[in-house]
């Protein structure tokens, strides 16, 4: 907060009187070793800045917890330049009354997956940039997973973005950072994705992280290596296309799709139908095209489909229309189209006939290997399976789910458990959500 004292003061008195009841003040539990759930802070408000030393009775002036930056040097990650020459240090004024209002996001300078996990609470959390997570995603991704299993972090754009331009949240995402702010201003690809992934779970502004980002232990046993899927989408026609917005008067405009498929950590691959000249009421083109996917999360996977006026001078923007792959709808289907603004046109669409085809691992019967082990923690068991059936559980397809528990081979404790899956469905075992029934077999068994 860059306020004087007083003016902090002022804050934390308008906030409280403001906010009141809905401002979290205290820790929902006093033995709480992780942040709470969603569910129990429903309705309620959190403040994130910087907590006082415990010792601190007045405002305090901390000058090596400085968080928030404009530049990729000077957000939560201690470099390797200040390591080895230490920089003219910033005051920071911290007054009482606002630290005391924050609770779960204790904002705390970042030094290392090392450091955070033997010296950090589990209300810390620390800010980064895209070009500063991002190159800590490419040094040590399995670390960045399990941080974030426990921790917060917010990640938002560089401030070398003078355009206001964003970068592609996805790639964020995957290792499961949660809060990735964008500039809103700017509706480019990367708020596209952002609008394509809340528009799920009843557009309530919060999407569950997959089973492998949540639980470490788990992920640590998965395999990585999901087989091979067919995503195919027959464009059909287009209804009622606008003229581009700089269109001379009597143009007819000359239409074709392309459409991109953006997979977390990989390239955006690109493929276009042919053009239809001048039509834009009713253009129909009846092609196919086929896309191979072969990604861990599938529920980070985005279809971007955009209409072009193909033009000598340069193709000129239609309209387009972002979609994440896990909620396709299969079959026929008309897509809306939305404007530059991302604005919906009124009676603008794409007619599609799309399928997803998969191996034969997962077209029918699939065997995993469970290890049960005994978490510490009560009766609580964990679960490692090694998989060999890509992501697709969210899906809801799945007819049924079968699990045989045979004796408990020795002491290996190793259960074969069968999953019967519908044609043309995927499936990741979602173990936890058996737990219940694993640790009544576990209980009964020596």
Known sequence: VHC??????????????????????????????????????????????????PDFLEDYVDSATDTESTTDTESDVESSKEKKAKPKKTKVRVAKALSDLVIYCSAIKFK????????????????????????????????FIRHNARHLTRVYPSGFRINSSNFEPHHQWMVGNQLVALNWQTFDLGMQIDQAMFSVNGRCGYVLKSERLRNPEISTYINTHPPTQTLKIEIISAQQLPKPKDALKGEVVDPFVEIELLIPGAEVTKKKTSTITDNGFNPTWNETLTFILNCEEMSLVFLRFIVWDEDVRGNDFIASYCIPVASLQFGYRHVPLNDVNGEQYLFTTLFIRSSLEFTPASAA??????????????????VLISRCIVDGA???????????????????????ILLKVNDGTSLTFLLYKQMKRLEDVWCNKP
């Open 365 to 382: 019967y699939a065997i995993t290997t469970a290890r049960i082990q005994r978490d510490v923690c009560s009766k609580f068991c964990t």
């Open 112 to 143: 290392g997956f090392d450091h955070y996990r033997e010296n950090s609470k589990y209300y810390h959390m620390s800010s980064f940039t895209d070009r500063v997570s991002s190159r800590l995603l490419k040094s040590d991704k399995a670390a």
């Open 394 to 416: 969210y899906r809801g397809l799945i007819s049924e789910v079968e699990l045989d528990y045979p004796e408990i081979i020795n002491k290996s404790k190793i259960f074969w």
């Open 4 to 53: 004087c004292i007083e003016q902090q003061n002022q804050m934390a008195l308008i906030l409280i009187n403001t906010l009141g009841d809905y401002l979290v003040t205290k820790f929902v539990s006093e033995n709480e070793t992780e942040l709470p759930s969603p569910s129990s802070l429903l309705y309620k408000i959190i403040v994130k800045g910087k907590n006082l030393p």
